[in-house]
C-alpha cells in the first residue's frame, strides 16, 4: 500500500527559530496538503497545492507559512518564525483527482 | 466557514456491542469521508462516499451519505478492542481547486474487553 512519508517524525524548537517540515506524497497524487492538529482538537486544514502553486490556504496559513515542492518527490511546510501556538501535530497528505486523502503519520512539532 | 458537528463526542462500550456515531452539516458536501485515529499517527481513511443516498461497508463498517448530502453516519458491527480510537468524519466539496477536508471534532471509542 502507497503512503505518505514524513519527516521527522518530532521536532522540537525555539520560539522565532525557522523550521522545516518534509512529506514525501504518493508518487501519483497530483494534490498536496497540510494540516494541522492541536493536542485534542480536530484535523485543520491549512494549504493545498496543485501544478507547483498554492490552490487553497486557510487564514491559519499566514506569511509565517510557506510551501514548496523543491523537486519531484517532496512537499515542505516552512514556518518562518515559530510561536509557541505553533506547537500541533502537522500532516502531510495527497490525493489523486476526486478520491479521499491519504495522510503521513505527522510530525510534532513542539515550540519551547 | 462550513462546520461539521459530530456525535456522539466518546463512547464507552462493551467488546461485540454495535456502535454507531454520525456527522451533520448546515451545508452540503459531495463527498463524505470516515477517518480513524489512533494516538500519535495521522488519520487513516476507512471509508469514502460518494453519492447522495450511498451505503458502503468496509468488513465490520457501514457509513452511509445522508440524502440530503448534509450527513453521514458510520455503524461498527461487534466491536473488538482494537476499534478503540478517535473516528472523524469528514466533508469535502470538489471544485476546480480539488477542494479541502472539513473535520468533524471526532467521536474517541473506547471499547472495554
Redesign the interface.
Known sequence: EPE?T?TPSHQVTQMGQEVILRCVPISNHL?F?W?RQILG?????LV?F?NNEI??K?EIFDDQFSVERPDGSNFTLKIRSTKLEDSA?Y?C?S?R??????????T?LTVV | GQQLNQSPQSMFIQEGEDVSMNCTSSSIFNTWLWYKQDPGEGPVLLIALYKAGELTSNGRLTAQFGITRKDSFLNISASIPSDVGIYFCAGLNYGGSQGNLIFGKGTKLSVKP
Open positions: 505518505v514524513q494534490y496538503y494540516y482538537q480536530k484535523v485543520e486544514f493545498s496543485y490552490s487553497e486557510s501535530m500532516f497528505a490525493s483527482v476526486n478520491h479521499g486523502y491519504t495522510f503521513g503519520s505527522g510534532r
